[in-house]
């Protein structure tokens, strides 16, 4: 039987696309940094507390074998650093994003625009932002998004054609704030 040994300096293989994802910048605004700072800390001050006070408990049951408290109390121990790793993770990497109050005229990331479906007349703000904060039923769409995609760089006056989930959508760049 052969063993392979490892000397101290090596090191664990990483490819590009492991150094990418973890160094790939984060798109905020400010106000979702803050939102995800809050989350952060509530997580390392509060959930972690909770989480090791129900393990101790579920511990003193006895048999961990067959102990559904425990093993339903480490689980969700296990999501919280997860969630505490991919928190730090993002906001290390974030890039703050916000719109200008100048005079603006293409679609950028921060900025807030009118849309008009021409398919159904309606009008529809967005505003713009990264993929980390998305939230189209509070207006906020990513630039990762189809309609976000479509329409960055774009300007008032303009017409986009789009791909949606739902089939294939005509916006007209009404104004950009």
């Not at 990264?130 to 760089?153: F, Q």
């Amino acid at each position: 039987m052969a063993s392979t040994k490892l000397s101290k300096n090596a090191r664990p293989k990483t490819t590009k696309a492991t150094r990418t994802q973890a160094q790939e910048e984060v798109l905020l605004t400010k106000e979702g940094l803050d939102a995800l700072v809050i989350e952060l800390n509530t997580l390392k001050t509060v959930r972690r507390k909770e989480v090791a006070q129900r393990l101790k408990e579920a511990i003193s049951y006895g048999d961990l074998s067959e102990n559904a408290e425990y093993t339903e109390a480490r689980d969700e121990q296990a999501f919280v650093e997860g969630r505490i790793l991919q928190l730090e993770q993002q906001i290390k990497n974030a890039k703050i994003i916000s719109g200008t109050k100048k005079h603006v005229t293409i679609v950028q990331i921060g900025h807030s625009v009118v849309l008009k479906n021409l398919i159904s007349n309606q009008k529809e703000t967005y505003v713009i932002v990264g993929s980390t904060e998305a939230d189209p039923l509070n207006g906020k769409i990513s630039n990762e998004s189809p309609v976000g995609k479509s329409i960055l760089g774009k300007e008032v006056g303009s017409k986009v054609d789009v791909l949606v989930p739902e089939g294939h959508a005509q916006y007209e760049i009404l104004s950009i704030e």
